[in-house]
């Protein structure tokens, strides 16, 4: 969610899993000093102890997130080719851009411009879907 929120202040430039990486490491980060104020930086047993009421949220998280995903994955199969194979290339199959750049035929920067646009189309489909939904 960490992610979704903040995926405006991505930098295309920048490999991807590492920012994802950053927002969980900052996250668990997070989590141990709330912890280590309250006095129990690895957790209680009481807590532990209500462990299925926490599987049964997760299970919850986890089907949303798959249909959250479900939403993104059909936005992508919209796009236009031009749009849709840099874009899966780069975040589906993890490739750099100047491996992109390689497979394409096609510089470096004309595949951040390519990325930037199919991320702004897919903004702006999400937007729509998420408005006729609404509505």
Known sequence: MRAYRNFHKFDPAEPFWQWIARIASNHCIDLMRRRSRDGAPFGIEQAEAELPDDAQQSVLAVLVAGEEADRVNAAV??????????L???????ASYD?????????????GVLLLRAKERLRATLAASSEESGA
Do not use: C, E, N, S
């Open 88 to 94: 899966v290339l780069a975040y589906y199959r993890d």
């Open 99 to 111: 491996d992109i750049a390689a497979q394409l035929g096609i510089t470096r920067t004309h595949v």
């Open 77 to 86: 199969a919209t796009l236009p080719d031009k749009y849709r194979v840099p």
